[in-house]
């Protein structure tokens, strides 16, 4: 599966202390390789977006047949604003 992590997600995740990175990286791995995970959820409103959570942080990204696209990667209080401004 090809995995696509935007820009903005790179930069947010270089933000993050250097323990969490190596967490949400892993996960983000797992995601990549269709692995099943925990705490994944359907978001509302939005089409094929999801969200995994890892501790306070949150990972949202988009899933189709071939392809996963990491849209946002931050703490749980800024993240669905983040996705708001990005997706509209």
């Known amino acids: 599966?090809?995995?696509?992590i935007l820009g903005s997600a790179k930069k947010q995740l270089k933000k993050l202390p250097k323990f969490?990175?190596?967490?949400i990286s892993q996960k983000i791995?797992?995601?990549a390789m269709g692995e099943m995970i925990s705490n994944v959820e359907v978001l509302s409103g939005?089409?094929?977006?999801?969200?995994a959570r890892v501790g306070d942080y949150r990972i949202v990204y988009r899933k189709t047949a071939d392809e996963v696209c990491?849209?946002?990667?931050?703490?749980?209080k800024d993240v669905y604003e983040l996705?708001?401004?990005l997706l509209g």
């Open 1 to 4: 599966m090809k995995l696509t």
């Open 20 to 23: 969490k990175q190596l967490i």
């Open 29 to 31: 791995r797992s995601l």
């Open 46 to 51: 939005y089409k094929n977006a999801y969200r």
């Open 70 to 76: 990491i849209l946002v990667i931050g703490h749980r």
């Open 83 to 85: 996705l708001v401004q």
